[in-house]
């Protein structure tokens, strides 16, 4: 599901949720890695994993679909 804020998306696989925001690394805003706000959430976080993501294979790799 793409959430938009404070993270991109909300995936859920095999019982397991977790938040993902995707960075695309040929892009300017992308290479900047995440920006101040998506920092202190990802730090400040209590709930599940949250994972940085440069595309559908990372996404596949964060979620132990794919090695």
């Not at 599901?1 to 938040?19: C, E, K, N």
């Not at 995707?22 to 400040?44: I, L, W």
């Not at 994972?51 to 132990?64: K, M, N, Q, S, T």
């Given at each position: 599901?793409?959430?938009?804020?404070?993270?991109?998306?909300?995936?859920?696989?095999?019982?397991?949720?977790?938040?993902m925001?995707?960075?695309?690394?040929?892009?300017?805003?992308?290479?900047?890695?995440?920006?101040?706000?998506?920092?202190?959430?990802?730090?400040?976080?209590?709930?599940g994993?949250?994972?940085?993501?440069?595309?559908?294979?990372?996404?596949?790799?964060?979620?132990?679909?794919?090695?």
């Open positions: 599901m793409v959430i938009g804020l404070p993270v991109d998306l909300l995936v859920g696989y095999r019982d397991v949720t977790m938040l925001e995707c960075k695309n690394p040929d892009s300017r805003y992308g290479k900047q890695g995440a920006n101040e706000n998506q920092t202190v959430f990802m730090q400040t976080w209590r709930g994993a949250v994972a940085l993501v440069d595309g559908p294979e990372a996404a596949l790799r964060a979620i132990g679909c794919i090695k």
